[in-house]
């Protein structure tokens, strides 16, 4: 259903409802191992070989995630035992996709997020860092697929921290040929289906401006213009490289998929928009030149089809699978033979080899056989209303076998802050709520997918409106008797360990534990230490969170590192050493602030981590820290 390179780039970057929880006795869950919900995969992130020939998968070796390659039968099915071609074992690979006879992956060192792209050759399993350049960050592009068997496109920052400029890179020799060199404020590059780059995206963070040309010898020509709170995010052209879809917002208040002029910027052509949430993604067959589906997020990710043909292929899989979320991962060139997964709230992924020729579905492997759904929770869709009368929406999660009532709850804010929550398997979620808690997580003001009016309405709101909006979910929770108020805790990672860390500072009687997970303490250091590669666009984020100079009122009233006298709950700080998003500095000194005060702190620091605990051993360590931190200050009774 995806073009291979939609792939390649997806491997690297229904109204909610009002729901009563009023359920009859049923039989409580036994206690899980928790190495089982933060253990590695079994297997997973499968693919397809372009010829067919192979399939590609990715399994733990020494406790980090490795690609292996199987052979594919006459029959199109797997065969013999799976080679391993990469032997990582310092941090898992990131993402992976083939090329031709070889595969290209992406890792960074110690979660610097300075990734480098490496090349494997399956036949004589050597390997080659083809942007092997210190404090650089390299993703790639443009694989090329069917224009160049050895040459990929990727954008570095390796001549300027701040910029990234494109390369065209042989991946047999390492040699690389600046494609287009960046002027000073492109944050973003598009080629057509020849491979050229043909748009520029460039930002001074409060506006954008896109830039096209007709072939990569011209200029660019500013086309369109927007402010901050608008947005045209440009996907790919026309078949004939003549037009340019996007993602638009600029007419409208939910983002819709068009059709533009890349000489005029003129919208040409709604292709499909929904009245209810932003339309964001779209992907074609490129062996057939058509598109076959657009996708958004309701309360679950849902498919608007273009194509018969990918329609009646996604249905078959449906019909046979049942209940599930799925998405056609991989395919070959000849687009007869995909690799699809299914998943849902209480399943983390199973995966098929689908041969469309044979019209056969293969089962390949349970990514966590030891999980059984039944013994899992359930995942629900909720709204509440904000006080100033703005529609929240989010999703509980309940203790399997609970009655809904007086339960204990972890408010789990999601980081961002301009993403989302989803509905679907979230190993954190149900480990909680098999510890006996509920878990309530929360799609605040500023969450991507609801709309430009919503999202604006979370600009200069950090510790405030978009604060509220959790306080109020909690409080709707008390209202419904859903939550025992003397025994609600709050824990988020990054935008979410800034909301936990107002939380307990803004509302002090609210909580009664606090886990921070790599947040963000004081809006002034965080701006001062963010990523180089962020600074292009740090007008912006003065512009949606606060200026450290025309705003310090409002900066330092948000910062609850300058409110620890108020904070008595009892708080765990987990942190990545190497960081580059939220310096370690922002738990730093948070932690001495409430120590110099007298609050019991507890605080875990990881050497070989950055922006979250990605190593097993680590992750292994922060749970066991946090459901005995959660225990004691919530007095929960562990099942079984």
Same mark, same amino acid.
């Given at each position: 259903?995806?073009?291979?390179?939609?792939?390649?780039?997806?491997?690297?970057?229904?109204?909610?409802?009002?729901?009563?929880?009023?359920?009859?006795?049923?039989?409580?869950?036994?206690?899980?191992?928790?190495?089982?919900?933060?253990?590695?995969?079994?297997?997973?992130?499968?693919?397809?070989?372009?010829?067919?020939?192979?399939?590609?998968?990715?399994?733990?070796?020494?406790?980090?995630?490795?690609?292996?390659?199987?052979?594919?039968?006459?029959?199109?099915?797997?065969?013999?035992?799976?080679?391993?071609?990469?032997?990582?074992?310092?941090?898992?690979?990131?993402?992976?996709?083939?090329?031709?006879?070889?595969?290209?992956?992406?890792?960074?060192?110690?979660?610097?997020?300075?990734?480098?792209?490496?090349?494997?050759?399956?036949?004589?399993?050597?390997?080659?860092?083809?942007?092997?350049?210190?404090?650089?960050?390299?993703?790639?592009?443009?694989?090329?697929?069917?224009?160049?068997?050895?040459?990929?496109?990727?954008?570095?920052?390796?001549?300027?921290?701040?910029?990234?400029?494109?390369?065209?890179?042989?991946?047999?020799?390492?040699?690389?040929?600046?494609?287009?060199?960046?002027?000073?404020?492109?944050?973003?590059?598009?080629?057509?289906?020849?491979?050229?780059? @043909? +748009?520029?995206? &460039?930002?001074?963070?409060?506006?954008?401006?896109?830039?096209?040309?007709? !072939? =990569?010898? %011209?200029? #660019?020509?500013?086309?369109?213009?927007?402010?901050?709170?608008?947005?045209?995010?440009?996907?790919?052209?026309?078949?004939?490289?003549?037009?340019?879809?996007?993602?638009?917002?600029?007419?409208?208040?939910?983002?819709?998929?068009?059709?533009?002029?890349?000489?005029?910027?003129?919208?040409?052509?709604?292709?499909?928009?929904?009245?209810?949430?932003?339309?964001?993604?779209?992907?074609?067959?490129?062996?057939?030149?058509?598109?076959?589906?657009?996708?958004?997020?309701?309360?679950?990710?849902?498919?608007?089809?273009?194509?018969?043909?990918?329609?009646?292929?996604?249905? @078959? +899989?449906?019909? &046979?699978?049942?209940?599930?979320?799925?998405?056609?991962?991989?395919?070959? !060139? =000849?687009? %007869?033979? #995909?690799?699809?997964?299914?998943?849902?709230?209480?399943?983390?992924?199973?995966?098929?080899?689908?041969?469309?020729?044979?019209?056969?579905?293969?089962?390949?492997?349970?990514?966590?056989?030891?999980?059984?759904?039944?013994?899992?929770?359930?995942?629900?869709?909720?709204?509440?209303?904000?006080?100033?009368?703005?529609?929240?929406?989010?999703?509980?999660?309940?203790?399997?076998?609970?009655?809904?009532?007086?339960?204990?709850?972890?408010?789990?804010?999601?980081?961002?802050?301009?993403?989302?929550?989803?509905?679907?398997?979230?190993?954190?979620?149900?480990?909680?709520?098999?510890?006996?808690?509920?878990?309530?997580?929360?799609?605040?003001?500023?969450?991507?997918?609801?709309?430009?009016?919503?999202?604006?309405?979370?600009?200069?709101?950090?510790?405030?409106?978009?604060?509220?909006?959790?306080?109020?979910?909690?409080?709707?929770?008390?209202?419904?008797?859903?939550?025992?108020?003397?025994?609600?805790?709050?824990?988020?990672?990054?935008?979410?360990?800034?909301?936990?860390?107002?939380?307990?500072?803004?509302?002090?009687?609210?909580?009664?534990?606090?886990?921070?997970?790599?947040?963000?303490?004081?809006?002034?250091?965080?701006?001062?230490?963010?990523?180089?590669?962020?600074?292009?666009?740090?007008?912006?984020?003065?512009?949606?969170?606060?200026?450290?100079?025309?705003?310090?009122?409002?900066?330092?009233?948000?910062?609850?590192?300058?409110?620890?006298?108020?904070?008595?709950?009892?708080?765990?700080?987990?942190?990545?050493?190497?960081?580059?998003?939220?310096?370690?500095?922002?738990?730093?000194?948070?932690?001495?602030?409430?120590?110099?005060?007298?609050?019991?702190?507890?605080?875990?620091?990881?050497?070989?981590?950055?922006?979250?605990?990605?190593?097993?051993?680590?992750?292994?360590?922060?749970?066991?820290?946090?459901?005995?931190?959660?225990?004691?200050?919530?007095?929960?009774?562990?099942?079984?």
């Amino acid at each position: 259903m995806l073009s291979s390179r939609a792939i390649a780039m997806r491997n690297l970057a229904l109204p909610l409802l009002v729901i009563s929880f009023l359920c009859g006795p049923r039989l409580l869950a036994s206690e899980i191992p928790l190495k089982d919900f933060f253990k590695n995969p079994e297997q997973g992130r499968y693919q397809v070989s372009p010829n067919g020939n192979y399939l590609s998968s990715m399994k733990p070796w020494k406790n980090r995630m490795n690609i292996f390659i199987q052979k594919l039968s006459e029959d199109r099915l797997p065969i013999g035992e799976a080679k391993q071609v990469t032997f990582v074992k310092d941090r898992d690979i990131s993402g992976y996709f083939w090329k031709e006879n070889y595969l290209l992956y992406m890792k960074d060192k110690g979660g610097d997020e300075n990734f480098h792209v490496f090349r494997i050759d399956t036949s004589t399993d050597s390997e080659k860092d083809l942007t092997p350049f210190d404090k650089t960050r390299a993703s790639v592009l443009d694989d090329l697929e069917d224009l160049s068997p050895t040459d990929i496109l990727v954008q570095m920052n390796k001549r300027n921290p701040q910029l990234f400029d494109v390369y065209r890179v042989n991946i047999l020799t390492g040699e690389m040929t600046v494609v287009a060199e960046n002027p000073g404020k492109v944050e973003g590059w598009i080629t057509d289906h020849e491979g050229k780059v @043909r +748009v520029a995206v &460039e930002s001074d963070g409060l506006k954008t401006k896109i830039y096209t040309r007709a !072939k =990569e010898k %011209d200029a #660019f020509k500013e086309v369109l213009q927007f402010d901050y709170k608008q947005n045209f995010d440009p996907l790919f052209f026309t078949f004939d490289n003549k037009y340019l879809y996007g993602s638009s917002n600029l007419t409208r208040d939910k983002s819709a998929i068009v059709k533009i002029d890349p000489k005029t910027g003129k919208e040409l052509q709604v292709l499909y928009q929904n009245p209810e949430v932003d339309v964001e993604g779209m992907a074609y067959s490129k062996k057939r030149k058509v598109l076959t589906a657009a996708e958004y997020t309701t309360w679950k990710s849902e498919y608007h089809f273009f194509d018969k043909l990918s329609k009646k292929r996604y249905q @078959r +899989v449906k019909k &046979e699978l049942g209940d599930f979320e799925y998405h056609f991962t991989s395919q070959n !060139k =000849e687009e %007869d033979l #995909f690799t699809v997964v299914a998943t849902s709230d209480k399943t983390r992924g199973l995966y098929y080899l689908y041969d469309a020729k044979k019209d056969r579905l293969t089962f390949l492997t349970d990514v966590s056989p030891w999980l059984k759904a039944d013994q899992l929770a359930e995942m629900k869709p909720v709204q509440y209303r904000s006080r100033d009368g703005l529609a929240i929406h989010g999703y509980l999660t309940l203790p399997k076998g609970s009655d809904g009532k007086n339960l204990p709850v972890i408010v789990n804010p999601h980081g961002g802050p301009w993403a989302r929550d989803e509905w679907g398997f979230d190993p954190e979620v149900q480990f909680l709520a098999n510890r006996g808690y509920a878990v309530f997580q929360m799609n605040y003001r500023g969450s991507t997918g609801y709309g430009k009016s919503f999202f604006v309405k979370s600009f200069k709101q950090w510790g405030k409106k978009m604060q509220d909006d959790i306080t109020d979910g909690v409080k709707w929770l008390i209202a419904k008797k859903i939550a025992d108020p003397k025994r609600v805790a709050i824990y988020g990672g990054s935008y979410g360990g800034y909301a936990t860390l107002a939380g307990i500072a803004f509302t002090p009687d609210l909580y009664a534990a606090a886990v921070d997970y790599v947040g963000v303490s004081n809006l002034f250091t965080f701006m001062d230490t963010i990523p180089p590669y962020w600074r292009t666009g740090i007008e912006k984020l003065y512009a949606m969170v606060g200026d450290p100079k025309k705003d310090q009122e409002l900066m330092r009233a948000a910062s609850p590192v300058f409110h620890a006298d108020k904070i008595k709950t009892p708080l765990f700080v987990a942190q990545g050493a190497q960081d580059p998003r939220v310096n370690i500095n922002e738990s730093n000194q948070m932690v001495e602030s409430l120590k110099k005060k007298g609050v019991k702190v507890k605080y875990m620091v990881k050497e070989n981590e950055g922006h979250g605990f990605h190593n097993e051993e680590n992750r292994f360590e922060f749970y066991e820290a946090m459901e005995a931190f959660f225990k004691e200050h919530l007095g929960v009774k562990s099942p079984g």
